[in-house]
């Protein structure tokens, strides 16, 4: 399966490159929504997959929310206009959320922000997890009908600490990632 698997990652210090079989084709994408779309989409086209594997590192919101998480739905948690609810695109006909083929999972909000802060909204979108690539990399997949999966290790708790915190632990869910990864090759 591992040919037509592509392996997503946002940089190779959460999942070192020379950690990996040399069988699987693993792309960095670089941080954020922009950088993600871009890569996952030239990779698409390049690889032709017929499964992406999203591996990450998240923020976790709620207490008791550890290690390596599978993800079954991803939001855009930094969309925020008049002309629509906040988390969802006026005007676009694309999906305003996504959904892993995983029959359950937690749910991921992506945006473009390090979040180092509570947000009320996060509670009343039912978002477990933080991020800054998964709904650009789950867009790119629905775009091109491939399927997808997430997991993403809490690598902080997206509180005024987050971003020193993520700093020193970004590297510590790489063997629950390639724990995770065995099972698809």
Not at 120 to 132: C, K, N, R, Y
Request: proline share 5%.
């Amino acid at each position: 399966m591992s040919e037509k698997l592509l392996l997503v990652c946002a940089l190779p210090d959460e999942l070192a490159p020379d950690s990996l079989p040399a069988s699987v084709r693993v792309i960095y994408t670089g941080m954020g929504k922009i950088n993600a779309a871009m890569a996952t989409q030239k990779a698409i086209y390049e690889a032709r997959p017929s499964l992406i594997l999203n591996l990450g590192t998240a923020g976790g919101l709620k207490d008791g929310l550890t290690g390596l998480l599978p993800i079954g739905r991803v939001v855009q948690r930094d969309v925020i206009t008049l002309l629509a609810p906040r988390g969802q695109m006026p005007y676009c006909s694309r999906p305003q959320q996504y959904f892993s083929i995983q029959s359950s999972g937690h749910t991921c909000g992506t945006g473009d922000s390090f979040v180092t802060a509570h947000d009320p909204w996060f509670d009343h979108a039912a978002i477990d997890v933080v991020d800054m690539e998964l709904y650009a990399i789950a867009a790119a997949a629905h775009e091109h009908n491939v399927p997808w999966m997430s997991f993403k290790y809490v690598s902080d708790r997206a509180d005024d600490a987050a971003v020193d915190t993520w700093k020193r632990d970004k590297h510590l869910g790489q063997q629950l990632f390639l724990e995770a990864l065995a099972k698809f090759l």
